[in-house]
């Protein structure tokens, strides 16, 4: 089998499922494929017809993937034109291979295709996993590092994780991030007026009374308010907040 | 509701669905976590009985999660006894509340159940995923990295995700390492020895007859097996080849 178009456009790895038992499988791994923004899928000797009703229903929505799959006879041919193969295993074999972090595979994947070659990762039937004779067609293995205790992953879980850490490797995104849409984060100088507009009320309503305690109190409070990380918005309906309390304590006096 | 048992032991985080609507996606999400070393699942509001033989069948072996669950009236009465949570979402909401990586959220998380805190990861309802009042109960939202263009993941795969991070993070883990079982690599002697033995049969053969090219040859040979990290084994099995390949190309010339 050859596939059409593909040498123009190979930005991705394949994915290759060995002999695959069931349609629905088939299916939620064309889904779980096009989560991560992989498309292009490869079957060996799958048992049941990846066109079905069953694995178009399974696919959600994802049935560009099936419709583009090929069929091969064996994984020798599935990886013919590929330059770089990892295998998925939950368990150790008896091979001296490399054996990759999902993490790590991934940029591996990235670095040959950003290179112009042809990756593939490579997965097992449900239940018995790749035999010893397709792993050994890989480069590496990859070993998903699950609950030992409970590992057996469902066929569209194991494409889902090596397909999230391939999306990830091609991400650049912060840790964390504080998106503050129209609005931005308070200057020091709106906090110190805030602050100086809350401290005199607290004087006034008496809550900082007692003069020794006064200047911990007062950093408390002003740690507490730089904790949050402001913006300026937030800073304009905190003056809000402080002044109706204040106006209404006031009334409350008259 | 109190969960009975669990004040002793807390060193995972409790995963909370919102309002999830069917049972069978609680039963994946049980298998899910359990794959990932989480067991403490927490309902809110479940449309569907979480006992039932849909959602026991769709666990796969995973019931224990589903046994162990605790049903609750709102997301509030099910966060009432955590410190620390973070809420997943799909798309960017209209707050300003800061937003991790899963990595990032798994070792936050992992950072407070050191500490001997409660940790929580919230999940919204299927399609619709969290209400912003439910985000607004979270310390942090945790976006997974997707296909913009197809992100919509079903509940038990964001879950996988999650808790794929979760056990990632408490695994220390080499990115690559090349088990050998019960060989061990070549000393630089042994291939030194195979090296002299290999080039005395190859200068034997006429292999490397070009007296200007050979010292460029024998580098790009050694580089070739140095490349290969030869185990002790390996090396004693190339010797064997050599010397039989040798011995029937010298059967051939008498």
Redesign the interface.
């Given at each position: 089998m050859t596939i059409e178009n593909e040498a123009a456009d190979f930005a991705e790895p394949v994915v290759v499922l060995v002999r695959p038992q069931l349609a629905e499988n088939v299916g939620?791994t064309a889904?779980?494929m096009?989560?991560?923004?992989l498309k292009r899928l490869r079957l060996v000797v799958p048992r049941e017809d990846h066109l079905s009703d069953k694995a178009m229903a399974a696919s959600?929505?994802?049935s560009i993937v099936l419709e583009r799959a090929g069929v091969f006879n064996s994984t020798e041919e599935a990886l013919a034109d590929c330059h770089f193969a990892v295998a998925t295993t939950a368990r150790?074999r008896?091979m001296?291979?490399?054996?990759?972090?999902p993490?790590?595979a991934a940029e591996a994947l990235r670095q040959k295709v950003n290179e112009g070659l042809r990756g593939a990762i490579i997965f097992g039937p449900e239940r018995t996993g790749l035999e010893n004779d397709d792993v050994a067609l890989a480069d590496?293995i990859v070993e998903?590092?699950?609950?030992p205790d409970?590992?057996?992953?469902?066929l569209?879980?194991a494409v889902?994780?090596m397909g999230?850490e391939w999306?990830?490797s091609g991400?650049d995104?912060?840790?964390?991030?504080?998106?503050?849409?129209e609005?931005r984060p308070a200057t020091k100088h709106e906090l110190q007026v805030f602050f100086e507009k809350l401290e005199k009320e607290l004087d006034d309503s008496g809550f900082l009374r007692v003069k020794e305690k006064r200047p911990r109190m007062v950093r408390n409070i002003r740690n507490m308010f730089e904790r949050a990380e402001l913006?300026d918005q937030?800073v304009r309906t905190l003056h809000g907040m402080i002044r109706d309390l204040s106006t209404y304590r006031k009334g409350q006096q008259s």
């Amino acid at each position: 089998m050859t596939i059409e178009n593909e040498a123009a456009d190979f930005a991705e790895p394949v994915v290759v499922l060995v002999r695959p038992q069931l349609a629905e499988n088939v299916g939620t791994t064309a889904r779980a494929m096009l989560n991560c923004g992989l498309k292009r899928l490869r079957l060996v000797v799958p048992r049941e017809d990846h066109l079905s009703d069953k694995a178009m229903a399974a696919s959600s929505g994802a049935s560009i993937v099936l419709e583009r799959a090929g069929v091969f006879n064996s994984t020798e041919e599935a990886l013919a034109d590929c330059h770089f193969a990892v295998a998925t295993t939950a368990r150790r074999r008896d091979m001296v291979k490399p054996v990759l972090r999902p993490d790590a595979a991934a940029e591996a994947l990235r670095q040959k295709v950003n290179e112009g070659l042809r990756g593939a990762i490579i997965f097992g039937p449900e239940r018995t996993g790749l035999e010893n004779d397709d792993v050994a067609l890989a480069d590496k293995i990859v070993e998903i590092p699950l609950n030992p205790d409970y590992s057996s992953l469902n066929l569209a879980q194991a494409v889902l994780v090596m397909g999230y850490e391939w999306f990830k490797s091609g991400v650049d995104r912060p840790a964390e991030e504080l998106p503050m849409r129209e609005s931005r984060p308070a200057t020091k100088h709106e906090l110190q007026v805030f602050f100086e507009k809350l401290e005199k009320e607290l004087d006034d309503s008496g809550f900082l009374r007692v003069k020794e305690k006064r200047p911990r109190m007062v950093r408390n409070i002003r740690n507490m308010f730089e904790r949050a990380e402001l913006t300026d918005q937030e800073v304009r309906t905190l003056h809000g907040m402080i002044r109706d309390l204040s106006t209404y304590r006031k009334g409350q006096q008259s």
